[in-house]
């Protein structure tokens, strides 16, 4: 995806904007989080793995009011203000609904904005189609919609546009990755450093004039890795470990959808799977991350 103009940014910037005031209910926001809440705040951004991330979210949201989601949404970590976010929409789900229910349509719209504009980046049309068109089986249990069970079964395409497939290829005994049309060389042993010789049923990549990003992931939402390669060299820049939507034990049918994008100065992995769906930005330099966000996170 192309590099994104000022009044791009600046666009987001108001959306978020606005979304944050509709999601506050007009009162003033305050960036300070309650005291009690720093240190499961520091927990999340210090995590190692997604299963820490999850038990100290359950902790931060365990009996949090109204105000205090509020206030975490004005937090300076993109991920927890994100995450304090998507919490509004889950108390609006019924703990028990009698039958699959669908979040409010204007709360997922202020929700798609608020990340947007404060995460600085623009979702893939059919990744905001999906999350606009989420249901929920319960509070806590949210799927992604807009995506059909023939997509999901078949990977045939919908009327949202699904994003390009990727596939591991040679060319003149080289290894490559190929979308579409375009290819990139990539070093020998990418392939097994990302984990393809193991349960790998996708592989996303974006192949730009600088450099090319790759990862190869499962069908469910597990955790998977992003690599940076250097167009010119060949070589490896970074690989960054994305945790995806879903780290625990799952049996059926699954199928998952990853899009790569640049923009700005980070690269962003959108997910999603019939059992999750997440985001992910890393900066283009060095690979660090600077937001995760999952609806998996969210605990009861």
Request: aromatic residues 10%.
């Amino acid at each position: 995806m192309s590099r994104r103009s000022l009044p791009f940014y600046f666009a987001l910037a108001i959306t978020a904007l606005s979304a944050v005031l509709a999601m506050s209910q007009d009162r003033p926001l305050s960036v300070e989080p309650p005291t009690e809440k720093k240190k499961e705040i520091r927990a999340i951004l210090i995590a190692k793995t997604p299963h820490d991330a999850v038990s100290a979210y359950s902790t931060l949201f365990k009996e949090a009011t109204t105000e205090e989601v509020r206030r975490l949404q004005a937090n300076p970590s993109d991920t927890i203000a994100v995450q304090a976010a998507w919490q509004q929409i889950e108390l609006a789900i019924p703990e028990k609904p009698p039958q699959v229910v669908r979040p409010d349509s204007d709360k997922l719209a202020r929700f798609l904005g608020y990340l947007e504009g404060r995460a600085r980046l623009q979702a893939p049309q059919w990744w905001a189609a999906a999350i606009l068109d989420a249901r929920a089986n319960r509070r806590g249990n949210v799927y992604a919609g807009g995506i059909t069970l023939a997509d999901y079964r078949e990977m045939k395409p919908s009327a949202t546009a699904l994003p390009p497939q990727a596939k591991f290829d040679l060319r003149e005994g080289k290894p490559v990755v190929r979308v579409g049309s375009e290819f990139a060389i990539i070093p020998d042993g990418l392939r097994e450093k990302l984990g393809s010789d193991q349960f790998v049923d996708g592989v996303c990549a974006l192949v730009t004039n600088d450099r090319v990003y790759l990862g190869a992931f499962d069908s469910v939402g597990y955790p998977y890795k992003l690599a940076c390669v250097d167009r010119s060299s060949a070589k490896v820049r970074w690989v960054a470990d994305v945790w995806g939507a879903w780290w625990g034990n799952f049996g059926g049918q699954s199928r998952q959808w990853v899009e790569v994008t640049e923009q700005g100065d980070r690269v962003a992995v959108f997910g999603v799977s019939s059992v999750g769906f997440h985001v992910e930005a890393f900066r283009i330099d060095d690979g660090a991350n600077v937001l995760r966000f999952s609806n998996s996170y969210w605990m009861p």
